[in-house]
């Protein structure tokens, strides 16, 4: 970031001094602008003396470039709410926005108070260019779809096309290096790409949308489920256009599908609520699901195994339990919990009075993780990535099944439900609130078995009890 200023402007002579040009490095400049915007408030330049330009545009109106003022000892005080304010605003396209946060910038360090003053213009405007930018984010977050590369080694990248209203994609990258770590994916958007090789994130100027891939081979089974998910009694034109603006439909491949579904929705109005088609769909695409699944290699942890070992149980189950991962004898059956930890939730289940054929059973990891002792393969703990990829297929199933009621067995389970990590003997009987219907916390039925104490084993098991009951009245 430089700062020039224009001769002129200088005869212009503005009652604050010249008019000076600030240079920052590019539209997300956030350190750039705070750096020079402290500068600027110490020195005690008038905000509307100040042209903020990007990159080399100004080079043609400012010849001379002059130091910037020194950069004061003390940072200048400004409520804490400052901070989040300005970071979302300055992503915004609006080329005023530097200038608007500089002004705001002056105005707070003088009066604080102005933060909580929500009639105030200026404040107003940028919370207006802040909430603009946190929806671009959302929808780039919920609307990115990637479709799949074969890079010709066997390996897969995946590639996807989307045009942000707002210079945010530097900002969103975390999130999708944290969803789709394992993975090697680009990004491409019009004013910059960015690309995930599963180590680092590197960037490359603005693509155009051929360069995307358009279509793949995921593009039926991802239609497949959508159809299957969508509820035509739920349907809310206004609340589905407002959450997925027309603009975003050319890169989704459900978009295909909404003016039939609509439509047909509509046709079948009265009727469709006692129809069976979306359970009928859900158990299919449950299958479907559970197929796609078997070839997944999103991890590394299909390798040694028999396969993936996908939930099981009704396509409109009431109450979907979900543990850490298959073990050894789950592996082999291809089934989740029928070894030692699933008997003792088979026992726990009956005591509380609930069937287990009326639930569905999943595990947040679907591949059995383990290490070779001997011939012996033993446990290992998925770690937080693996739990984090495998998300992917979880999400899809609590899509499907949206029960009403969701019991974590463990850690792992917690975390790949909600994303989150906690303590399980916290997070017990404080019921979750989930996308769909509420959230159990408990022990995991190994961990009961793993306990030396007996007594400690006793009181866990009983608390596992416990916890099934209290969920199975959650879905009620
Ligand atoms: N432990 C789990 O978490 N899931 C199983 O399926 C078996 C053991």
Same mark, same amino acid.
């Given at each position: 970031?430089?700062?020039?200023?224009?001769?002129?402007?200088?005869?212009?002579?503005?009652?604050? /001094?010249?008019t000076?040009?600030? @240079?920052?490095?590019?539209?997300?400049?956030?350190? /750039?602008?705070?750096?020079?915007a402290?500068?600027?408030?110490?020195a005690?330049?008038?905000?509307?003396?100040i042209?903020?330009?990007?990159?080399?545009?100004?080079?043609?109106?400012?010849?001379?470039? #002059?130091?910037?003022?020194?950069?004061?000892?003390?940072?200048?005080?400004? =409520?804490?709410?400052?901070?989040?304010?300005?970071?979302?605003?300055?992503?915004?396209?609006? !080329?005023e @926005? %530097?200038?608007?946060?500089?002004?705001?910038?002056?105005?707070?360090?003088?009066?604080?108070?102005?933060?909580?003053?929500?009639?105030?213009?200026?404040?107003?405007?940028?919370?207006?260019?802040?909430?603009?930018?946190?929806?671009?984010?959302?929808?780039?977050?919920?609307?990115?779809?990637?479709?799949?590369? +074969? #890079?010709?080694?066997?390996?897969?990248? %995946?590639?996807a096309?989307?045009?942000?209203?707002?210079?945010?994609?530097?900002?969103?990258?975390?999130?999708?290096? *944290?969803?789709?770590?394992?993975?090697?994916?680009?990004?491409?958007?019009?004013?910059? &790409?960015?690309?995930?090789?599963?180590?680092?994130?590197?960037?490359?100027?603005?693509?155009?949308? !051929?360069?995307? =891939?358009?279509? +793949?081979?995921?593009?039926?089974?991802?239609k497949?489920?959508?159809?299957?998910?969508?509820? =035509?009694?739920?349907?809310?034109?206004?609340?589905?256009?407002?959450?997925?603006p027309?603009?975003?439909?050319?890169?989704?491949?459900?978009?295909?599908?909404?003016? =039939?579904?609509?439509a047909?929705a509509?046709?079948?109005?009265?009727?469709?609520?006692?129809?069976?088609?979306?359970?009928?769909?859900?158990?299919?695409?449950?299958?479907?699901?559970?197929?796609?699944?078997q070839? &997944? @290699?999103r991890?590394?942890?299909?390798? $040694?195994?028999?396969? &993936?070992?996908?939930?099981? $149980?009704?396509?409109?189950?009431?109450?979907?339990?979900?543990?850490e991962?298959? $073990?050894?004898?789950?592996?082999?059956?291809?089934?989740?919990?029928?070894g030692?930890?699933?008997?003792?939730?088979?026992?726990?289940?009956?005591?509380?009075g609930? +069937?287990?054929?009326?639930?569905?059973?999943? #595990?947040?990891?679907?591949h %059995?993780?383990?290490?070779?002792?001997?011939?012996?393969?033993?446990?290992?703990?998925p770690?937080?990535?693996?739990i984090?990829? &495998?998300?992917?297929?979880?999400?899809?199933?609590?899509?499907?099944?949206?029960?009403?009621?969701?019991?974590?067995?463990?850690?792992?389970?917690v975390r /790949?439900?909600?994303?989150?990590? /906690?303590?399980?003997?916290?997070?017990?009987?404080?019921?979750?609130?989930?996308?769909? $219907?509420?959230?159990?916390?408990?022990?995991?039925?190994?961990?009961?078995? *793993?306990?030396?104490?007996?007594?400690?084993?006793?009181?866990?098991?009983?608390?596992?009890?416990? +916890?099934?009951?209290?969920?199975?009245?959650?879905?009620?």
């Open positions: 970031m430089t700062i020039a200023t224009d001769p002129a402007s200088q005869a212009a002579a503005h009652s604050a /001094g010249p000076r040009a600030v @240079r920052l490095l590019g539209e997300d400049d956030w350190d /750039g602008w705070r750096d020079a402290r500068r600027l408030l110490a005690g330049i008038d905000p509307d003396a042209i903020w330009t990007v990159g080399g545009k100004a080079d043609d109106l400012f010849a001379i470039e #002059n130091e910037l003022p020194p950069q004061p000892r003390v940072p200048p005080r400004v =409520p804490r709410s400052f901070l989040p304010l300005a970071q979302s605003a300055i992503l915004h396209s609006d !080329p @926005r %530097f200038a608007l946060l500089n002004r705001l910038l002056v105005k707070v360090s003088r009066y604080p108070d102005l933060m909580s003053d929500r009639a105030d213009p200026l404040l107003r405007r940028i919370d207006l260019l802040a909430k603009a930018v946190r929806r671009d984010i959302h929808k780039m977050h919920a609307f990115v779809r990637f479709r799949e590369l +074969d #890079n010709g080694d066997g390996s897969q990248r %995946f590639v096309w989307f045009e942000p209203d707002h210079h945010i994609v530097r900002a969103t990258s975390g999130f999708f290096v *944290r969803r789709f770590a394992q993975m090697q994916w680009s990004i491409l958007t019009p004013e910059l &790409c960015i690309h995930w090789d599963g180590e680092a994130l590197t960037e490359s100027p603005g693509a155009e949308r !051929p360069d995307a =891939p358009a279509d +793949d081979a995921f593009e039926q089974a991802w497949t489920y959508y159809g299957a998910i969508f509820n =035509p009694a739920r349907l809310k034109i206004k609340a589905m256009l407002k959450e997925m027309r603009k975003y439909w050319k890169n989704l491949p459900e978009a295909d599908l909404i003016a =039939p579904l609509v047909s509509q046709a079948r109005e009265s009727s469709m609520v006692e129809q069976v088609i979306p359970s009928g769909n859900r158990a299919r695409t449950l299958e479907a699901l559970a197929e796609e699944a070839g &997944c @290699r991890c590394p942890l299909w390798k $040694g195994t028999s396969g &993936c070992v996908f939930g099981e $149980g009704p396509g409109d189950a009431a109450m979907m339990i979900v543990g991962q298959p $073990g050894d004898e789950e592996d082999r059956g291809g089934r989740p919990f029928i030692p930890a699933g008997q003792v939730l088979d026992r726990a289940l009956s005591e509380a609930i +069937d287990r054929r009326e639930v569905y059973l999943t #595990n947040a990891v679907k %059995f993780k383990y290490v070779m002792r001997g011939k012996r393969r033993l446990h290992q703990k770690d937080a990535a693996e984090d990829m &495998c998300r992917w297929w979880l999400d899809q199933e609590a899509s499907l099944i949206r029960p009403r009621s969701t019991v974590m067995l463990g850690a792992t389970a /790949g439900i909600t994303g989150k990590t /906690g303590a399980v003997g916290k997070m017990r009987e404080t019921a979750l609130p989930l996308q769909h $219907g509420s959230g159990t916390v408990s022990w995991h039925p190994s961990y009961v078995l *793993r306990l030396p104490d007996r007594e400690a084993a006793d009181r866990a098991y009983d608390q596992l009890v416990q +916890d099934l009951r209290l969920a199975a009245e959650r879905t009620g």
